[in-house]
């Protein structure tokens, strides 16, 4: 799901497109402190993260170099470069399953120590966030960006054309899009050529029907769980809206990634699309007029009978900086990391329009490019009982693949609910 | 070493055997047939650049590595995983469909826009140049380009109802193979044709007259002396399409992701999924070494069966 941060903010990668691409490694000649290199994906977010740096260079005698991975293939790199003398000393990541493989191989420095000096580096953010980035059981990074849960987004004008209004349940939705479908407009747009978006579906449903435990223990080792009742019910859901013909019949051929779901539900061609919260970024750039007043959304609906809270969310719960155990200055690493729930820090990422997920984040709200949109987030990811990290990161890379398949094959009928389930059960989960 | 020594080196090495061989000429002793010497900055590239990496891939296909970390041994595990993947065998298959369907539909295109290339019409030089603008644009460029313009919702598609009924062409099996097989022959037509255009330039012209004289047309000139004067060429340009087709990934890695499902999950793409993606380098290689075998095997075929290997001339006689 590399793509959907790349699909957020595509061309400004270019804009740091020429700063080094990877550590140098060389830090002998600094007299004195030494440096830590600090290592990130490229895009707009870099903005922030240079500006953090140099507040810490300010400060600082052990001096933090950034450098920046542009374009989506960040992992990859990183994986190539982690453990060789040219690894960072701390790295951008998405928590859970993207990290594991390097905890695995010891490469990681548990953030314990730190968090016994100084509290603030757990306490200062919303612990359903902080909780994706522990790995068995210790924590293993500390979010340094926005929160993106996913919403259900409406096309305001198409739901009061057809005479409806935001479905807060299940039957609602089943209704809405009846009613659509009667109007010849394509109740819910998805991008299915990317596969990750059609991922949301199960996702969400999952977590209503079997509330959010079910993949919890998958994801421990018990694959068993897929074959639950509850995994079926979820399965029947899902089967029940495709067939009713919610997402038309070409949505393989759709892709979110260059425009074409988003474009359909901005040109009123569609009514709903499930996406992160990057979304409303989406819109502004394709379809300004569109995102401003046209532009609804709210959360999942709610299903009755089912074991989820309503109040639940899935999505990326942030990203997340990691040190390396191998970095000869981690009480620099500390220092750096404890910048990261400075009010600065958290003025500067909502200027570019991130949702930061520290406890002081209230405070600064009103400085968000669009504050009500905040705020909305802000509350929804703090009450959620359950934060659900993307399925596909939060098994290990090795997962992925296989996971979308199934996903996108369940979804257009090439596998039933039996091949869907031997799918899952087969995943890697360590 | 360094680019620059290296060019140092086969700069003076190339003097110093210019020098010999032309002593040699001079001593007027047997045939200057270049030595082994000449072949080297070819043969040390080439075992650089792809033996090294095979041999190491073939060594990586028994272990399991995942990028970081140690190397560990896993004797066969690799291959009896594989052996009981249904994708696996599914890749090889869909690659050798993608491969057939390339050269059923390129070659008799290429074939006819190359001959007529080679004559003197009037407009031929403006018509050629447009045809051959596909062969300057990257293979990514091309995908990104027609993945625009066949969209459901917004591409031609969307205007054509009656021909594409909802545009699903890249979410069903037939229509993603379909897609491919077209871009392939758009793609890569254009360079056939400049290749069957110079064969085609090459064939006598006396054999036409003779021919004219004996009141052939022009189909009968074109089945019983452009074609077969052609056979070399069409061999090459087989073989390069086989080549070609046999290692398709950008195309398939822009416009279907493999997808839908495994449907058009190619073999290298099926390779760069579990290398790349998986971070699976184990299996990752057990799947390029397949790839290897099979495409070793088809060209060999290639060859035996054309005759490739002996290569008769086509003016014998003349």
């Given at each position: 799901?590399?793509?959907?941060?790349?699909?957020?903010?595509v061309?400004?990668?270019?804009?740091?497109?020429?700063?080094?691409?990877?550590?140098?490694?060389?830090?002998?000649?600094d007299?004195?402190?030494?440096?830590?290199?600090?290592?990130?994906?490229g895009?707009a977010?870099?903005?922030?993260?240079?500006?953090?740096?140099?507040?810490?260079?300010?400060?600082?005698?052990?001096?933090?170099?950034?450098?920046?991975?542009?374009?989506?293939?960040?992992?990859?790199?990183?994986?190539?470069?982690?453990?060789?003398?040219?690894?960072?000393?701390?790295?951008?990541?998405?928590?859970?399953?993207?990290?594991q493989?390097?905890?695995?191989?010891?490469?990681l420095?548990?953030?314990?120590?730190?968090?016994?000096?100084?509290p603030?580096?757990?306490?200062?953010?919303?612990?359903?966030?902080?909780?994706s980035?522990?790995?068995?059981?210790?924590?293993?990074?500390?979010p340094?960006r926005?929160?993106?849960?996913?919403?259900?987004?409406?096309?305001?004008?198409?739901?009061a054309?057809?005479?409806l209004?935001?479905?807060?349940?299940?039957?609602?939705?089943?209704?809405?899009?009846?009613?659509?479908?009667?109007?010849?407009?394509?109740?819910?747009?998805?991008g299915?050529?990317?596969q990750?978006?059609?991922?949301?579906?199960f996702?969400?449903?999952?977590?209503?029907i079997?509330?959010?435990?079910?993949?919890?223990?998958?994801?421990?080792?018990?694959?068993?769980?897929?074959?639950?009742?509850?995994?079926?019910?979820?399965?029947?859901a899902?089967?029940q809206?495709?067939?009713?013909?919610?997402?038309?019949?070409?949505?393989?051929?759709?892709?979110?990634?260059?425009?074409?779901s988003?474009?359909?539900?901005?040109?009123?061609?569609?009514?709903?699309?499930?996406?992160?919260?990057?979304?409303?970024?989406?819109?502004?750039?394709?379809?300004?007029?569109?995102?401003?007043?046209?532009?609804?959304?709210?959360?999942?609906?709610?299903?009755?009978?089912?074991?989820?809270d309503?109040?639940?969310?899935?999505?990326?719960?942030?990203?997340?900086?990691?040190?390396?155990?191998?970095?000869?200055?981690?009480?620099?690493?500390?220092?750096?990391?404890?910048?990261?729930?400075?009010?600065?820090?958290?003025?500067a990422?909502?200027?570019?329009?991130?949702?930061?997920?520290?406890?002081?984040?209230?405070?600064?709200?009103d400085?968000?490019?669009?504050?009500?949109?905040?705020?909305?987030?802000?509350?929804?990811?703090?009450?959620?009982?359950?934060?659900?990290?993307?399925?596909?990161?939060?098994?290990?890379?090795s997962?992925?693949?296989?996971?979308?398949?199934a996903?996108?094959?369940?979804?257009?009928?090439?596998?039933?609910?039996?091949?869907f389930i031997?799918?899952?059960?087969?995943?890697?989960?360590? | 070493?360094?680019?620059?020594?290296t060019?140092?080196?086969?700069?003076?090495?190339?003097?110093?055997?210019?020098?010999?061989?032309?002593r040699?000429?001079?001593a007027?002793?047997?045939?200057t047939?270049?030595?082994?010497?000449w072949?080297?900055p070819?043969?040390?590239f080439?075992?650089?650049?792809?033996?090294?990496?095979?041999?190491?891939?073939?060594?990586?296909?028994?272990?399991?590595?995942?990028?970081?970390g140690?190397?560990?041994f896993?004797?066969?595990?690799?291959?009896?995983?594989?052996?009981?993947?249904?994708v696996?065998?599914?890749?090889?298959?869909?690659?050798?469909l993608?491969?057939a369907?390339?050269?059923?539909?390129?070659?008799?295109?290429?074939?006819?826009?190359?001959?007529?290339a080679?004559?003197k019409?009037?407009?031929?030089?403006?018509?050629?140049?447009v045809?051959?603008?596909?062969?300057?644009?990257?293979?990514?460029?091309?995908?990104?380009?027609?993945?625009?313009?066949?969209?459901?919702?917004?591409?031609?598609?969307?205007?054509?109802?009656?021909?594409?009924?909802?545009?699903?062409?890249?979410?069903?099996?037939a229509?993603?193979?379909?897609?491919?097989?077209?871009?392939?022959?758009?793609?890569?037509?254009?360079?056939?044709?400049?290749?069957?255009?110079?064969?085609?330039?090459?064939?006598?012209?006396?054999?036409?007259?003779a021919?004219?004289?004996?009141?052939?047309?022009r189909?009968?000139?074109?089945?019983?002396?452009?074609l077969p004067?052609?056979?070399?060429?069409?061999?090459?340009?087989?073989?390069?399409?086989?080549?070609?087709?046999?290692?398709?990934?950008?195309?398939?890695?822009?416009?279907?992701?493999?997808?839908?499902?495994?449907?058009?999950?190619?073999?290298?793409?099926?390779?760069?999924?579990?290398?790349f993606k998986?971070?699976?380098?184990?299996?990752?290689?057990?799947?390029?070494?397949?790839?290897?075998?099979?495409?070793?095997?088809?060209?060999?075929?290639?060859?035996?069966?054309?005759?490739?290997?002996?290569?008769?001339?086509?003016?014998?006689?003349?």
């Amino acid at each position: 799901m590399r793509s959907r941060l790349a699909a957020m903010t595509v061309v400004t990668a270019l804009v740091l497109g020429t700063s080094a691409a990877c550590g140098s490694g060389d830090g002998s000649s600094d007299a004195g402190g030494g440096t830590i290199h600090v290592l990130v994906y490229g895009d707009a977010g870099n903005k922030v993260e240079k500006q953090i740096v140099d507040t810490f260079n300010k400060t600082s005698k052990v001096k933090a170099v950034l450098d920046t991975i542009p374009g989506a293939d960040y992992q990859q790199k990183l994986q190539t470069v982690i453990n060789t003398s040219r690894a960072p000393d701390v790295f951008f990541n998405w928590g859970g399953g993207s990290i594991q493989p390097f905890v695995k191989a010891g490469l990681l420095l548990p953030l314990d120590d730190f968090i016994a000096k100084d509290p603030g580096l757990k306490d200062n953010f919303l612990p359903s966030v902080f909780n994706s980035a522990v790995v068995d059981g210790k924590p293993y990074g500390v979010p340094m960006r926005g929160t993106q849960p996913v919403l259900l987004f409406h096309n305001k004008k198409v739901l009061a054309d057809a005479g409806l209004t935001p479905p807060k349940t299940w039957d609602e939705l089943l209704a809405a899009v009846q009613a659509l479908k009667a109007k010849g407009i394509t109740p819910i747009s998805l991008g299915g050529g990317d596969q990750w978006p059609t991922l949301m579906w199960f996702e969400y449903l999952y977590d209503r029907i079997a509330g959010p435990g079910l993949f919890q223990k998958a994801l421990g080792g018990d694959q068993e769980a897929w074959g639950s009742e509850d995994s079926r019910k979820a399965l029947a859901a899902i089967r029940q809206l495709v067939d009713a013909g919610a997402f038309g019949s070409n949505f393989d051929s759709v892709k979110f990634t260059d425009g074409g779901s988003p474009a359909l539900v901005a040109k009123g061609r569609a009514a709903f699309e499930l996406m992160g919260s990057w979304y409303y970024s989406t819109q502004q750039d394709a379809n300004p007029d569109f995102a401003k007043s046209g532009l609804g959304y709210t959360g999942f609906p709610s299903l009755s009978g089912g074991k989820g809270d309503a109040a639940d969310v899935v999505g990326n719960t942030n990203n997340f900086y990691s040190v390396l155990k191998k970095s000869k200055h981690p009480e620099a690493a500390a220092a750096f990391l404890k910048l990261m729930y400075s009010d600065e820090f958290v003025k500067a990422q909502l200027s570019i329009g991130n949702l930061p997920t520290t406890t002081n984040t209230p405070d600064h709200l009103d400085l968000s490019a669009s504050p009500a949109y905040s705020k909305d987030q802000y509350q929804m990811v703090k009450a959620a009982p359950s934060f659900q990290l993307s399925w596909d990161q939060a098994y290990p890379p090795s997962a992925m693949t296989p996971m979308h398949t199934a996903v996108q094959q369940f979804f257009n009928g090439a596998l039933d609910a039996d091949g869907f389930i031997k799918a899952m059960r087969a995943l890697p989960t360590s | 070493m360094t680019r620059r020594t290296t060019g140092r080196m086969t700069r003076r090495m190339t003097r110093r055997m210019t020098r010999r061989t032309t002593r040699r000429v001079r001593a007027g002793a047997e045939a200057t047939r270049p030595g082994v010497v000449w072949a080297l900055p070819a043969a040390v590239f080439f075992l650089m650049f792809a033996l090294t990496p095979l041999l190491l891939v073939a060594v990586l296909s028994f272990a399991s590595w995942d990028g970081i970390g140690d190397l560990r041994f896993n004797g066969l595990d690799n291959w009896t995983a594989l052996a009981d993947d249904p994708v696996m065998l599914q890749s090889v298959w869909t690659t050798l469909l993608l491969t057939a369907l390339g050269v059923v539909t390129q070659t008799p295109i290429s074939i006819l826009l190359g001959v007529w290339a080679a004559g003197k019409q009037r407009n031929r030089a403006v018509l050629s140049a447009v045809y051959f603008v596909p062969l300057l644009l990257s293979a990514t460029a091309v995908s990104v380009v027609w993945r625009a313009v066949l969209d459901p919702n917004f591409g031609v598609p969307a205007e054509l109802t009656w021909l594409f009924g909802d545009g699903n062409l890249l979410g069903s099996k037939a229509g993603a193979i379909g897609v491919l097989t077209f871009v392939g022959v758009w793609q890569f037509t254009p360079l056939h044709a400049l290749i069957y255009q110079g064969g085609a330039r090459a064939i006598p012209q006396v054999l036409y007259q003779a021919a004219a004289v004996d009141g052939a047309g022009r189909v009968r000139q074109f089945l019983h002396i452009t074609l077969p004067q052609l056979r070399n060429t069409i061999i090459t340009s087989v073989i390069l399409m086989v080549v070609g087709g046999l290692t398709t990934f950008d195309t398939v890695l822009i416009l279907t992701q493999g997808g839908p499902g495994t449907d058009t999950t190619v073999t290298s793409y099926y390779m760069y999924q579990k290398a790349f993606k998986s971070f699976d380098f184990g299996t990752g290689s057990a799947v390029a070494l397949v790839l290897v075998v099979v495409a070793t095997l088809i060209s060999l075929a290639v060859v035996r069966i054309s005759g490739y290997d002996k290569m008769r001339g086509t003016t014998e006689g003349l």
